[in-house]
């Protein structure tokens, strides 16, 4: 009985330490942040975002901005779900959290305040892509921007830059800080999924 009675708590002794390990190698191999700098400090373009969440596409045309709109393009959001998870539950983004911003021009206007006719009715449609910004939240690395670094690839039709230097604070980081710095310097209300937390 003695021995039965080793042979099970060895047994599952071997057990625990192989679990621990294959746990611990799972745990070891998560990638923090799908946020790659080069020797300089440059990030480089994320890929495979257009397979992370979608959070929405506010828009701000010219027709609507006697022709002068700050950003005259749809703004097509996306986030990793891991993070969007973690926001939804906490109301802050964890580290590591990248936030793709990417551009898309409104289809080739037929009125003057640039919308068109469709047969789903007047309105505005996405046309080309048109560049694309990307924010990082990383505390340390850019702890004199709330958190954040705020990234420019380029306003113009692709392809889009291979890397970006950090914009500086009056470039994006500023507007950020100044009005939505309470939610994690994200614009939280312009997306449902995120201000429906």
Same mark, same amino acid.
């Given at each position: 009985?003695?021995?039965?009675?080793?042979?099970?708590?060895?047994?599952?002794?071997?057990?625990?330490?192989? %679990?621990?390990?294959?746990?611990?190698?799972? #745990?070891?191999?998560?990638?923090? %942040?799908?946020?790659?700098?080069?020797? $300089?400090?440059?990030?480089?373009?994320?890929?495979?975002?257009?397979?992370? #969440?979608?959070?929405?596409?506010?828009?701000?045309?010219?027709?609507?901005?006697?022709?002068?709109?700050?950003?005259?393009?749809?703004?097509?959001?996306? #986030?990793?779900?891991?993070?969007?998870?973690?926001?939804?539950?906490?109301?802050?983004?964890?580290?590591?959290?990248?936030?793709?911003?990417?551009?898309?021009?409104?289809?080739?206007?037929?009125?003057?305040?640039? %919308?068109?006719?469709?047969?789903?009715?007047?309105?505005?449609?996405?046309?080309?892509?048109?560049?694309? $910004?990307?924010?990082?939240?990383? %505390?340390?690395?850019?702890?004199?921007?709330?958190?954040?670094?705020?990234?420019?690839?380029?306003?113009?039709?692709?392809?889009?830059?291979?890397?970006?230097?950090?914009?500086?604070?009056?470039?994006?980081?500023?507007?950020?800080?100044?009005?939505?710095?309470?939610?994690?310097?994200?614009?939280?209300?312009?997306?449902?999924?995120?201000?429906?937390?």
């Amino acid at each position: 009985m003695r021995r039965i009675l080793v042979v099970v708590m060895l047994g599952l002794a071997v057990l625990a330490a192989r %679990s621990l390990s294959l746990y611990a190698g799972r #745990v070891a191999a998560a990638p923090q %942040s799908t946020a790659v700098f080069d020797a $300089d400090g440059k990030l480089k373009l994320p890929v495979g975002y257009r397979h992370w #969440v979608f959070v929405g596409a506010p828009l701000t045309p010219n027709g609507l901005n006697n022709g002068k709109a700050g950003f005259p393009e749809y703004h097509h959001v996306y #986030v990793e779900e891991k993070n969007l998870d973690v926001y939804l539950k906490t109301g802050s983004f964890p580290e590591g959290t990248v936030i793709v911003k990417e551009l898309t021009r409104v289809l080739d206007p037929t009125f003057p305040d640039g %919308s068109r006719a469709e047969p789903s009715g007047r309105g505005y449609f996405n046309g080309e892509f048109n560049g694309m $910004d990307v924010t990082v939240k990383d %505390s340390k690395r850019f702890a004199n921007t709330n958190g954040w670094g705020f990234f420019n690839f380029g306003h113009h039709p692709l392809p889009y830059a291979e890397s970006a230097k950090e914009a500086s604070a009056a470039e994006c980081a500023g507007c950020h800080a100044s009005f939505v710095a309470k939610t994690d310097m994200t614009w939280v209300q312009f997306y449902p999924i995120l201000r429906g937390r």
